[in-house]
């Protein structure tokens, strides 16, 4: 029995707000579709380089809203990416005003939250980098 | 700025149990960490035709447990995963006592969900099949 991955989905609440972030990320759109019928648009996000549908990330935007959104919960942990510079990401996320959760004090890992909550690890394609500030002396902020 | 996919981490109330769900979805074990610092396991599952880490699937298993497991929410939709034979694959988890909760009905798309209630989606691989019983006449079952 074969089997092979395909993609995450996630809900969002605010489409422009979700893909900002997600584009901020490095992702880029490769494919969306619009239902009337379902009154849904459907985004699949990739990295640049994986944009053969093995790695997709699908936002669901459903148009009558989601009042559950954003939560948080348990059962699902985060999605991971290897990211080039950790460090320059991490900062252009700062100064774009997003929290970073947990930072990279060891120039190997760390963790973001998407608009609606969902967890995001960052990984440092390679060897890691040295400790550097600000983010060797920063703390956590709430969970991931 | 480069990205590429990592995994996908779930979290998981009872390592066995999930398992045995996750390999006869036709995963197979990759790798595991067991940290007795922190106390937990992590397995990463991946289809068989892709072991290279790209498309893995972690497990968290925290070995002190975790009350809040299992939960739903709505930030999370679903994994996906293509699926030689959508009608025995089904056929199979349905013998286990494993819920069809979405059947496919248009042999091409069933969901299910893990012991965690993580949503799975199971898409059939090239063509639909043609409608078939019982799937053809079966209706839903909760949500997914």
Redesign the interface.
């Known amino acids: 029995?074969?089997?092979?991955?395909?993609?995450?989905?996630?809900?969002v609440k605010d489409l422009d707000v979700s893909l900002a972030f997600y584009k901020r990320?490095?992702?880029i759109e490769r494919h969306r579709t619009e239902s009337e019928a379902g009154r849904y648009t459907n985004v699949f996000l990739?990295?640049?380089?994986?944009a053969d549908g093995?790695?997709d990330?699908?936002l669901?935007y459903n148009w009558d809203g989601?009042d559950?959104?954003?939560?948080?919960?348990?059962?699902?942990?985060?999605?991971?990416?290897?990211?080039?510079?950790i460090y320059?990401?991490c900062q252009e996320l700062m100064d774009a005003g997003i929290t970073i959760n947990r930072p990279p004090r060891d120039g190997h890992m760390a963790f973001v939250r998407s608009p609606?909550?969902?967890s995001i690890?960052l990984?440092q394609?390679g060897e890691s980098k040295p400790p550097q500030e600000p983010w060797a002396s920063m703390g956590n902020t709430g969970h991931w």
């Not at 029995?1 to 809900?11: E, G």
């Not at 990739?46 to 994986?50: E, L, T």
Request: glycine residues 4%; aromatic residues 6%.
């Open positions: 029995m074969k089997i092979s991955y395909r993609h995450l989905m996630v809900r990320l490095g992702l990739c990295p640049p380089d994986q093995h790695a990330l699908e669901t989601d559950a959104l954003p939560n948080d919960s348990r059962h699902f942990g985060h999605i991971a990416y290897r990211v080039e510079d320059a990401l609606d909550n969902i690890e990984l394609m």
